[in-house]
């Protein structure tokens, strides 16, 4: 069954610093991966997505993504971290079942940002 | 353009009681339409998803349960609320090419 590992469960960072958040999938097939942003009492934001083809992803709020296949990874980052981006962050897969498609997300990353 | 729909944004319940949340989603049509809980500390679990009027499938054998009456509706009830279904609950529709939107949430509280 496919999955998503989150290792970090929360990490801190200063504003301006650069930002990584790890996440890595166990699928059989090519995985379409995705990463979401929940603020606080709030729904889910997607950043990006991976389909296919190039495997540096760019997304919304200055987030990008690699897809690295032979490390199963699909990490996020950002070069300069700005106070607003304090947020709970969850990578996802989606499986191609018969009767239709679900999203399993990873336990989440939460996002401190140090003023 | 999509919208998705949820209400109540937050529900206090007591235990035993019953339960009822409806999310609609417009501007599409025939979409896959899913419930996600969320308890504190364990993400995202995928409660019930629907690729059709009264087509349900359930993930996560509970005390829950789900309907979808019209194409655009999904609806989350229970007869007898637990303690263990508070959390945060989250509808959700899916697009063309995956795309997941997902409402803004509806946080039950039993007591």
């Known amino acids: 069954a496919q999955s998503v590992t989150q290792p970090d469960i929360h990490i801190t960072v200063s504003e301006g610093a650069s930002l990584e958040l790890r996440c890595n999938y166990s699928y059989g097939a090519t995985p379409y991966l995705f990463w979401y942003v929940q603020s606080p009492g709030q729904g889910l934001q997607l950043l990006l997505k991976y389909f296919s083809g190039d495997t540096l992803v760019q997304g919304i709020k200055g987030f990008e993504a690699e897809f690295k296949r032979s490390q199963s990874s699909f990490n996020l980052r950002k070069p300069s971290v700005h106070w607003s981006d304090a947020a709970e962050y969850f990578c996802a897969v989606v499986s191609l079942t018969g009767g239709g498609n679900k999203l399993t997300f990873g336990t989440g990353t939460q996002l401190k940002v140090e003023l | 353009s999509q919208t998705i729909h949820q209400w109540p944004a937050t529900l206090v319940q007591p235990v035993g009681s019953p339960l009822s949340l409806e999310c609609t989603v417009e501007?599409?049509?025939?979409?896959?339409l899913y419930w996600y809980r969320q308890a504190a500390g364990r993400g995202l679990q995928l409660l019930f998803y629907?690729?059709?009027?009264?087509?349900i499938s359930s993930e996560v054998p509970q005390n829950l349960s789900a309907s979808r009456p019209q194409d655009r509706q999904f609806i989350l009830s229970s007869k007898k609320l637990l303690l263990s279904d508070s959390g945060f609950y989250l509808c959700?529709?899916?697009?063309?090419?995956?795309?997941?939107?997902f409402g803004s949430g509806t946080r039950l509280t039993v007591v």
């Open positions: 629907s690729i059709g009027i009264d087509q």
């Open positions: 959700a529709w899916a697009g063309v090419n995956y795309g997941y939107t």
């Open positions: 501007g599409t049509s025939n979409p896959n």
